[in-house]
C-alpha cells in the first residue's frame, strides 16, 4: 500500500464530496429550483476518485454529461460548481456552462461535455502538448458505456496508439446508456475487450473498489508518464440515479437501484476496508462526513441567494476579441 | 523640323502604372512656358498637378479629361506655332503605334543593400555621378514619398531616396531608437555609395536626421533643405505620432494621416491601406514606439543648424498640423500658404524648385 | 515588393511562425507526408504542398503525421490549443467538415462561452473550398456560410497571397479558433509578399476598385470574377466598387454600408450554394440597415442549389461568371426604386 494516511483521508473526502453534492442535488432538482437537466453520478465516486488521485492539476481529464464526480475529484470547487448548477454569476462558469459544461483548467480539468465521446479527441489533444513539449503530463478521457460506442472515441483511440501519447481511456460502465443497457449495445460484451483491437494494453476493474481503481490507474498513469502509450481501463460502477434527474428508470429491474446501494456502494466499502485494516478510525471517517455535509449545505445556501448573471454577460465571453 | 514635345503620363512613384487625367489647366492654342502646371492628375495614392517640361503652344490633347492612361502614354503635344499640323497628326499617330508596341517597364527600382550590417531599401534615380541629393523622409514614412520631386531631381542631377531604419522595407532593427541610429545609418550610406558632395534634404523627422548628418558630413556637405523639420523650436505634435502608431484599421488610421495634408481629400484609401501595410510588418509597431519615446520626445538640433555653412533653406506649411511653423529658424524659412506638414507632395513644384535652387543645381 | 504564389505566401506564414513560436505545430494527414512508408519523408508537405519543407527543419513532434482521422486530428488539435500549443490543423478540403464537425462546434467554438471566458483555444483549421478542380461533389464545396454561422469561430477567406499569407499568420496569433478557407483555384496564382512576417487584421474588408454606380461584394475566387466583370462593367460606362470581407466573422459591414451608401446598389457574388450563404447574409444585412441607401434590388450571384457537378461542361456553368455579375449589376440599375 502506497496511500498515505492522507491520501486516504483525501480519497474520502472527494467520494464523499461528491456523494453528498450528488444526493443534495437530488432533493434540490426536485423542488424545481434548479435550471436545467442534471445526470447524477452517485456510486462511481470510486473511478473519478481512484483514477485522479494519481493525477496532478498538470495532468488533463476529459469528462462526460456525468461530470460533477470527474470535477470533485480533480478537486474543483464545490461550491463554485453549486453556484453554476444554479446558474448564478459567481458559478465557475459564470452560469453560462451549467451542470453539463463545468471546467477548471487550472485544475486540470478540461470540461464536463454534453457530447457523449466528445471527451477522447480532446485528450488526445492535451497529450500531444504534453509529449510536444515535454512535460511528461498525462490526459485521461473519462467516457461511458455509451460513449465507448462513438466513432469519436474509436478515432481517438487509434490516434493516441500511433502516435504513442500519454493518454488514458477510463470507460465508466455503468451499465446504461440513457435506458439502453450496455449488455446490449456493446457488441464485445466487454468494453476492455476493445483495447487489443487498438494495439494498447486493457484492464477491466471493479469501480466499487477505490483502490483497485487506483492500483490500476497508477499502473496505466506510469506507464503513459514513461513514454509507454496509452491504456485502456474499463471500470464497472454502478448508477445510483436515473439517467437524468426525473428519469422514472421503469427499465430498472424492481430492488436493481436497493440492492446496488447496500452491496455495491463504493463508500461503504472503502470505510469497511480501510477500518478493518486500521488505517483509518471511524471517528476519522465521521469527521470528514461532518465537514463535508456542512460545505455543501452552506454551498446550497450560497447558490440560492447569489445574484444572476445580467444583460451585460450575455454576449461576453464568446471570443478573446472580435 | 520644329521641336514636337510630348507630355506624357509622368509615373510617381514605383507602384504607379496608370493616372486619370483629372483636368487640363490649359486650353488649346494656349502658351505653354515651362514649369507651368498645365494638368491634374489623379493616381490611386494623390491628385497632383503635371508641369511642363518644354515651352510652346499646347497643339493638341490627346487625353480628355476623365481618361485613365498607363505611365508613357501621350497626353498633350506641345510645339511652336510653326509646325504644321500634319506634323503633328504624324507624331501623335507615331507616338500611339510605338506606345502599342512597348514592352515592359524599364524604370529602375528600389533595391535593398547591405550598409555596415543593415539592411536598407534605396532608390537611386539619375545618372552615377559622386554629388546626388539624398532625401530622407518623415516618420512612418519611406522613400515613396518623394514621388513627386524624385523624378523631377534625377533629370538632370543624381537622386537618391533611402528608407530609414524601421520604415520601408529597410530593417526594422532601431536598436535604442535614439536619432544616431538613423544618423548613422545614413552617413554610412553616403560613405558606401562614394559620394563627395551631398545635398540633403529632410522631412520632419528626416530634417531632424538631415541637420545632424549634415553636421557630421563636413566639407561634402552641399546644401541643406529642410522641409518642416523636427528639431527646431516647434515640438512633434505627441498625439499624432501615438495615434499614427496605434491605429490599427483604416478607420482608425485615417483621421491621423489627414491631421498630415492642409487637404484632407489628398488622402486616399490606397495611401492608407499602404501606411496600414506597413505599419503590420513584424517590428514596425515597436520601431516607432521607440522613436516616439527617443527620437522625436526632445528633438534638439537648432544649434547644430546655427552652426552650419552650407547654403540652407526651411521650408514649411503654413498650415502644418504636426510641428506648427516655428516664428524663425537659424536659417531662413519660407512659409508656403494653404500648405499642411506633407508640403513636398501637396507643393511638389514650389519644393522641388526650392531643392534645385538651394543646391545651385 | 517580390512576386510570390499564393501557396508559396501560405508556405512562408508556417515558417515565420513556428520559428517565431515553439508552441506552433502543424498536424494533419500528410501533413509532411510518407511516414511510416520506406521512401523519404516530406514527401507531399499537405495534399497541396502549403506545409511542403516544414518537416526538415521542425521535425516530427511540431509536424505532426497523423492517420486519415478527422474527427482524432481536429479533436486533438483542439485539446491541444486549450493545453497550451497553437496547433494548425489540415483537414485537407473543407467537405471533410462532414466526419469532424462536432470537434469544431460543439468543443472548439464552444469553449470560452461555456467556460466563462476562461478558455482560450487557438487553433487553426486549415481547409480546401471551391469548384472549378473538376473535383464533384464531395471535393468542391465552399461551406464558409456553415462555419460562418457558428458563434465562436472566426472564419478567413483570402482572395489573394498578399491576404493569405498576412492572415494566416494573424490566425495562427489569434487567441480565438480560426477556420482558414484556401481556394483551390487560387494556389496559382502570384502577387506581391513580404519576404518579413506580418499580420492582416480580420474585420477589414478590401476595398480593391472604386466606382460611383454600384457596389460589387466577393470573396475568395469570386474576386477575381467580381474584377474582371467590373472591367466589363466600365467598358460600358459603369464603374463598380469591388469589395473583399477577407473574413466573414467578423465581417466588415461598415465598409460594404458606406460603399452602398454612395452607389445605391448591391451586387453579392458567392460561390457557396444559394440558400442561407453569405450573400443571403449580407443582403439582409445591408437591407436592414441601409434600405435608404438602396436605388434597386440587392442582387445575388450565386451556383444554382445543386451539388457541384462532375462534367467540366456543367462545372462551368455552376460557377458564377463575370458575365452574369455584370448583367446582375445591370439588371439592378435598370430596376430601380418606385419605377414601374
Same mark, same amino acid.
Given at each position: ?322 | ?107 529602375? =527600382?528600389?533595391? %535593398?543593400? *547591405?550598409?555596415? $550590417?543593415?539592411?536598407?531599401?534605396? &532608390?537611386? #534615380?539619375?545618372? /552615377? ?80 536626421? =538631415?541637420?545632424? %548628418?549634415? *553636421?557630421?558630413? $563636413?566639407?561634402?556637405?552641399?546644401? &541643406?533643405? #529642410?522641409?518642416? /523639420? ?83 533653406? %526651411? ?14 529658424? /537659424? ?31 | ?340
Amino acid at each position: 500500500m502506497q496511500l498515505s494516511r492522507e491520501d486516504l483521508l483525501l480519497a474520502y473526502r472527494r467520494m464523499r464530496r461528491i456523494r453528498d453534492f450528488e444526493d443534495r442535488v437530488h432533493v434540490e432538482f426536485a423542488t424545481g429550483e434548479l435550471p436545467g437537466f442534471v445526470h447524477l453520478y452517485a456510486g462511481e465516486e470510486a473511478s473519478a476518485v481512484g483514477v485522479c488521485m494519481n493525477l496532478t492539476d498538470e495532468d488533463m481529464i476529459a469528462s462526460t454529461h456525468r461530470g460533477h464526480g470527474h470535477c470533485l475529484a480533480k478537486d474543483t470547487d464545490a461550491t463554485g460548481m453549486m453556484l453554476e448548477l444554479y446558474g448564478r454569476k459567481d458559478g465557475i462558469c459564470g452560469g453560462k456552462g451549467g451542470s453539463m459544461h463545468i471546467a477548471d483548467l487550472s485544475k486540470g480539468m478540461m470540461g464536463a461535455n454534453g457530447i457523449v465521446g466528445g471527451g477522447p479527441p480532446l485528450i488526445c489533444g492535451a497529450a500531444l502538448t504534453a509529449k510536444t513539449l515535454g512535460t511528461g503530463n498525462v490526459a485521461v478521457a473519462f467516457t461511458g458505456d455509451g460513449g465507448s460506442n462513438q466513432g469519436t472515441t474509436f478515432e481517438a483511440l487509434n490516434f493516441a496508439a500511433v502516435l504513442k501519447l500519454p493518454a488514458i481511456f477510463v470507460f465508466e460502465n455503468n451499465g446504461y446508456a440513457e435506458t439502453t443497457a450496455s449488455q446490449w449495445s456493446v457488441a464485445c460484451k466487454d468494453i476492455v475487450n476493445r483495447a487489443a483491437a487498438f494495439g494498447m494494453p486493457g484492464v477491466s476493474v471493479d469501480g466499487t473498489d477505490f483502490f483497485a481503481v487506483w492500483s490500476a490507474a497508477r499502473e496505466a498513469v506510469e506507464r503513459a508518464r514513461g513514454g509507454g502509450g496509452p491504456t485502456l481501463m474499463e471500470v464497472k460502477v454502478p448508477r445510483f440515479y436515473g439517467h437524468f434527474e426525473g428519469d422514472a428508470e421503469t427499465y430498472r429491474a424492481d430492488g436493481e437501484v436497493a440492492a446496488l446501494k447496500r452491496d455495491h456502494d463504493c463508500l461503504k466499502i472503502f470505510r469497511g476496508r480501510v477500518t478493518e485494516a486500521g488505517l483509518l478510525s471511524n471517528a476519522d471517517l465521521d469527521t470528514v462526513d461532518a465537514e463535508v455535509a456542512a460545505e455543501i449545505e452552506a454551498a446550497v445556501a450560497l447558490a440560492k441567494v447569489s445574484p444572476l448573471p445580467g444583460p451585460e454577460d450575455l454576449v461576453t465571453d464568446v471570443y478573446v476579441r472580435y | 523640323m520644329d521641336a514636337i514635345h510630348a507630355i506624357t503620363m509622368p509615373k510617381w512613384g514605383m507602384s504607379m502604372t496608370e493616372g486619370r487625367l483629372s483636368g487640363w489647366l490649359v486650353r488649346p492654342g494656349q502658351s505653354i512656358a515651362p514649369g507651368m502646371e498645365i494638368l491634374e492628375i489623379e493616381t490611386d495614392k494623390i491628385t497632383n498637378v503635371l508641369e511642363a517640361r518644354d515651352g510652346g503652344i499646347l497643339r493638341r490633347r490627346v487625353i480628355e479629361e476623365g481618361q485613365t492612361v498607363p505611365v508613357g502614354a501621350l497626353l498633350g503635344v506641345v510645339a511652336d506655332a510653326g509646325v504644321a499640323d500634319e506634323a503633328i497628326d504624324a507624331f501623335v499617330a507615331e507616338r500611339q503605334l510605338a506606345a502599342g508596341a512597348e514592352g515592359g517597364d524599364d524604370a529602375p =527600382a528600389p533595391r %535593398v543593400i *547591405d550598409v555596415g $550590417g543593415r539592411a536598407i531599401r534605396v &532608390l537611386d #534615380l539619375g545618372e /552615377p555621378r559622386s554629388e546626388a541629393f539624398v532625401l530622407i523622409h518623415g516618420f512612418g514614412g519611406d522613400l515613396n514619398n518623394w514621388l513627386f520631386n524624385m523624378p523631377a531631381l534625377a533629370e538632370d542631377s543624381r537622386a537618391i531616396a533611402l528608407d530609414l531604419p524601421g520604415h520601408g522595407e529597410s530593417t526594422k532593427d532601431v536598436g535604442t531608437g535614439d536619432v544616431s541610429v538613423l544618423v548613422d545609418a545614413v552617413v554610412d550610406l553616403i560613405a558606401q555609395l562614394g559620394l563627395e558632395k551631398v545635398h540633403l534634404v529632410g522631412h520632419s523627422m528626416g530634417g531632424l536626421v =538631415a541637420m545632424l %548628418v549634415a *553636421d557630421r558630413l $563636413g566639407s561634402r556637405l552641399g546644401s &541643406l533643405a #529642410l522641409i518642416a /523639420p523636427a528639431g527646431l523650436s516647434s515640438a512633434v505634435n505627441d498625439a499624432y505620432a501615438g495615434g499614427f502608431i496605434a491605429a490599427e484599421k483604416r478607420k482608425d488610421l485615417k483621421p491621423w494621416v489627414e491631421m498630415l495634408f492642409a487637404d484632407p481629400a489628398l488622402v486616399t484609401r490606397d495611401m492608407i491601406e499602404g501606411l496600414l501595410n506597413y505599419k503590420r510588418l513584424d517590428g514596425v509597431g515597436e520601431a516607432l514606439a521607440l522613436l516616439q519615446a527617443r527620437t522625436l520626445a526632445g528633438a534638439a538640433a537648432e544649434s547644430v543648424l546655427a552652426g552650419l555653412d552650407a547654403p540652407t533653406v %526651411v521650408l514649411w506649411g503654413e498650415q502644418d498640423r504636426i510641428i506648427a511653423p516655428p516664428a524663425s529658424a /537659424p536659417k531662413p524659412l519660407t512659409i508656403l500658404p494653404g500648405r499642411g506638414h506633407m508640403l513636398h507632395m501637396e507643393a511638389a513644384s514650389d519644393v522641388t524648385r526650392a531643392i534645385r535652387a538651394v543646391a545651385g543645381l | 515588393m517580390p512576386k510570390k504564389t499564393f501557396k508559396q505566401a501560405l508556405n512562408e506564414a508556417h515558417f515565420h511562425e513556428m520559428r517565431r513560436d515553439p508552441r506552433v505545430i502543424v498536424m494533419g494527414e500528410d501533413i509532411s507526408g510518407g511516414i511510416g512508408a520506406s521512401g523519404e519523408m516530406d514527401a507531399w508537405g499537405g495534399s497541396e504542398g502549403v506545409t511542403k519543407g516544414l518537416y526538415p527543419e521542425f521535425g516530427p513532434s511540431r509536424v505532426v503525421d497523423t492517420p486519415l482521422s478527422e474527427s482524432a486530428i481536429i479533436g486533438a488539435a483542439v485539446g491541444a490549443a486549450t493545453t497550451g500549443l497553437r496547433p494548425v490543423a489540415d483537414l485537407m478540403f473543407a467537405d471533410f467538415l462532414g466526419v469532424c464537425f462536432d470537434q469544431i462546434f460543439n468543443q472548439a467554438a464552444k469553449f470560452r462561452y461555456m467556460f466563462g471566458g476562461k478558455a482560450v483555444t487557438p487553433v487553426v483549421i486549415r481547409g480546401m473550398i471551391g469548384a472549378g478542380f473538376r473535383t464533384a461533389a464531395q471535393h468542391s464545396q465552399c461551406l464558409y456560410p456553415i462555419f460562418t454561422h457558428i458563434p465562436g469561430l472566426k472564419v478567413v477567406i483570402p482572395s489573394n497571397p498578399y491576404d493569405a499569407k498576412g492572415l494566416l499568420i494573424q490566425a495562427i496569433r489569434d487567441d480565438d479558433p480560426v477556420i482558414f478557407l484556401e481556394h483551390k483555384l487560387l494556389y496559382g496564382v502570384t502577387g506581391e509578399v513580404p519576404d518579413g512576417a506580418y499580420t492582416v487584421p480580420f474585420g477589414e474588408a478590401k476595398v480593391l476598385r472604386e466606382g460611383g454606380d454600384v457596389t460589387i461584394v466577393a470573396l475568395a475566387l469570386m474576386v477575381q470574377v467580381a474584377l474582371d466583370a467590373a472591367e466589363l462593367l466600365s467598358k460600358r460606362g459603369i464603374e463598380a466598387t469591388v469589395i473583399d470581407p477577407r473574413t466573414t466573422s467578423p465581417l466588415d459591414l461598415d465598409t460594404i454600408v458606406e460603399s452602398v451608401e454612395e452607389t445605391g446598389h448591391l451586387v453579392i457574388v458567392d460561390e457557396s450554394s444559394p440558400r442561407c450563404n453569405i450573400a443571403t447574409d449580407i443582403a439582409a444585412q445591408v437591407a436592414d440597415v441601409a434600405f435608404h441607401a438602396l436605388k434597386g434590388p440587392i442582387k445575388m450571384v450565386t451556383p444554382p442549389h445543386t451539388p457541384v457537378p462532375f462534367s467540366p461542361s456543367l462545372e462551368d456553368l455552376y460557377l458564377p461568371s463575370a458575365e452574369r455579375v455584370a448583367a446582375a449589376v445591370e439588371a439592378s440599375l435598370r430596376t430601380r426604386k418606385g419605377a414601374a
